[in-house]
């Protein structure tokens, strides 16, 4: 069965560009994850999507928002790009009627550097 | 504020041997603990899980050791494999809102040596 897709892999932006990045979850799943993890950091939690709605947020900055559309797929959009912003972008999917974290699953990442 | 710490960056054993990874945490809201592991270039992947009302989980050559009192947790690897080499990562959850997030520890990088 297909993973969590994400795209593109990588992603090369310049300072005070925009960046969106995308997220298919697996078939059936009904929420949506996203992660930042710096350079020898850990993965750090910025916000998630249950049902298209959010559900939870995190340590996500206010230039970056999120959506979740009616295919259930999600897409990160980050504006006014720093240096800091550079980091590998995860995301997962759980299907939350299976049981908490039950099949919470995440996609290989989207590297982002900006320039 | 570090909620979740694996204080050993790296850690290096002969194949056939023990890995013993170790992660602490401070928040007593957890209740959910989660091994992951990372090989470059991918996503982290689940290896294994423990409740707060059990104090151990096996799975395979993978067990996962819960010391609620010392808010602390260990995963065993036995017998230790080079396949095993790869970042782990120790998570937590908790109760309520955001019971579906994780906070993760900064990881520990095994390299299990042939």
């Known amino acids: 069965a297909a993973g969590v897709i994400q795209s593109p892999r990588h992603l090369i932006k310049e300072k005070r560009e925009t960046a969106t990045l995308k997220c298919y979850p697996i078939?059936?799943?009904?929420?949506v994850y996203w992660y930042q993890q710096g350079p020898g950091q850990d993965p750090q939690f910025l916000i998630s999507?249950?049902?298209?709605?959010?559900?939870d947020k995190g340590s996500i900055p206010d230039r970056f928002s999120a959506q979740q559309f009616s295919d259930y797929h999600s897409e990160l959009n980050m504006s006014s790009l720093e240096l800091g912003d550079s980091a590998l972008y995860f995301c997962?999917?759980?299907?939350?009627?299976?049981?908490?974290?039950?099949?919470?699953?995440f996609g290989s990442g989207t590297r982002l550097t900006v320039v | 504020d570090q909620q979740v710490k694996q204080n050993s960056p790296s850690l290096s054993v002969q194949e056939g041997r023990i890995s013993i990874l170790n992660c602490d945490y401070t928040?007593?809201?957890?209740?959910?603990f989660l091994w992951y592991k990372k090989y470059p270039a991918e996503g982290p992947t689940f290896l294994i899980s423990?409740?707060?009302?059990?104090d151990k989980n096996e799975d395979g050559r993978f067990t996962v050791f819960l010391n609620k009192s010392a808010k602390h947790l260990s995963l065993h690897i036995v017998p230790s494999q080079p396949g095993d080499s790869a970042v782990y990562f120790c998570?937590?959850?908790?109760?309520?809102?955001?019971?579906?997030?994780?906070?993760f520890g900064k990881g520990t990088k095994l390299s299990v040596i042939p």
């Open positions: 997962a999917s759980s299907s939350t009627g299976t049981g908490r974290f039950r099949g919470y699953t």
């Open positions: 078939s059936r799943h009904d929420t």
């Open positions: 999507f249950y049902e298209k709605m959010q559900s």
């Open positions: 928040n007593s809201m957890f209740d959910y």
């Open positions: 423990i409740s707060s009302i059990k």
């Open positions: 998570a937590a959850s908790g109760q309520g809102a955001g019971s579906y997030q994780l906070t």
